[in-house]
């Protein structure tokens, strides 16, 4: 009985500790805050941004008809910067006939094959990102208010497990650099504390825009852990997170980062 | 057609140094990476990119397969008549784009 006792003091203990290594909310800081000025004045200008032709594009695609129901996105949801304001504030969101939550380009997946009738765009396709970019681009500087409901409540904590589990051969786990070590520098370049609130972000390192998962599964790889395959749930458990950890952020998206 | 967003004042004093910025949609395929297949991705770059006010060439650059997808110049010039400021961007496979902007000078 002392023994078990014992058990879940050791246990509550370490939970403390996890909880403790999490950011404080006032100490959180963008990626934008750990970028030189040159990468800022990129984002700052949209004329400079190169982000902003996946926007642009996404534009056209809102207004293209599609699929078998040759709707566009427009004949239902209207004029975007008012239909699509705040959306991307809000996602990964509950979706009820899935049992689970979706991120934004399953959302516009989902509504391609089942509204339009349409073969669904793949992950990391110019469209996908395109019109990920232009819905994204309608919260920008919109606080990030993830769903906190009790459905949702279970993926998070999921995405919170994945967040602190060590994984991969260097045995790291996501919190190690992003809550424990961020400010320092990982070869030469600053740790961030990780944030999720520009995706999808012009990388310049890929010279092309790419998804949240995109990153994710780079920082897998860095870690020497398995990748998921690109829509996997576990990616949108962490996404969720990683939405929560950022909750009240501002949107940046387009954001430009190193 | 590819996108070009660019940057240049509507309005300038007679005199005054303005900055102009231009930026171009292009993958810039430098010819020295493998495909999945195993061959190479043939070159596919922006060779020349050439800015006019009024007629009057006044900045061009030569870009070569180092240079990064969607190239960025920023440069500065003097604002002396109101008129067209006018982009022109050639390149591999027959690419070529075009913009202008108009400048009021005061």
Redesign the interface.
Known sequence: MKRAAAIILIALAVEAAALAAEIPLAERKSGYDFMGPDSRAMQDDDTANPGMFWVLDGEALWKRKAGVADKSCADCHGDATTSMRGVAARYPAFDAARGRPVDLEQRINICRAERQNATPFSFESKELLALTAFIGRQSRGMPIEPASDDRIKPFLEAGRELFNRRQGQLNLSCSQCHDDNWGQKLAGAPIPQGHANGYPIYRLEWQTLGSLQRRLRNCLVGMRAESYPLGASEYVDLELYLMWRARGMKVETPAVRP | MA?A???VPPKAKRGEIIEI?A?I?HE?ETGFRVGTNGNMIPRDIITDFICKYNGEEIFRADLHPAI???P?F?FFTTATESGTISFEWVGDNGFAAAESATITVE
Do not use: D, T, V, W
């Open positions: 996108r967003l660019i940057n910025k930026l949609q810039m990064s997808a969607n960025f920023a």
